[in-house]
């Protein structure tokens, strides 16, 4: 696990952006994993303005969303997948036919649930997943509990994670209980992973990933057995991280 701290928000998203930019130069064909929520937000933006300049492509791109909250259609303003249109695919040119997120809205829960681990098989796995981590350390919607769950799945929110998300919705009880969300064999399958923090609000999270026990109570932990990690952070949120990292 690397971990690279940045003074600011903005400047940690500049770093991110620099970094999908050479994995997609690299390998144009790539598979990712997109993190919706506020930390992202910043680095889909300077994508969209890269591609505005010429500098990346998403043509060949095939993009995987970690999660979806159940009962939200893929119109829906509050969706992962709507979020995801707005900040990213409408300003690139990633075709509609390489997008997949999990379907919120599906008559049969479990078996979309399978329909999409299968997805995400059949495309070879994912090469980069970008994540960002809650406050409770979890990441994509895997939230503590006893044990890590491994495929993609039903999960119920945390009072935690409803309550970190309700300044989304016009009520906070409109903020769903229920998600859908790849589990953590799908994520450390990923042949590189971007793990994104900013923010005090973060910092006990972040800590646990990289220096805590390896625990499915703190989910993001289990990203230090991981080969090739890349965790970008500003200073608020890496504050309580040791001096070595600085």
Known sequence: MEVRINDTYEEMSAAAAE???????????SVMGLAAGGTPCLLY???GESFAA???????VRTFSLDEYIGLGADHPQSYRYFMEKRLFSRVNLPGAHIAAPDGMAADI???CVRYGAAIEAAGGIDLMILGIGS???IGFNEPGPCFVPDTHVVELSEATRAANARFFEEPEDTPHWAVSMGIRDIMFAGAILLLASGAGKTEALY?????DITPQAPASVLQLHRNVLVLADRAAASRLPEKYF
Request: aromatic share 6%; net charge positive.
């Open 19 to 29: 970094f999908v930019i050479r994995q997609l130069r690299h390998k144009p064909a």
């Open 45 to 47: 933006q300077l994508l």
């Open 54 to 60: 010429g500098e990346v492509d998403f043509s060949r």
């Open 110 to 112: 479990a078996a979309e």
């Open 136 to 138: 409770n350390a979890h």
């Open 208 to 212: 646990q990933a990289v220096c805590g």
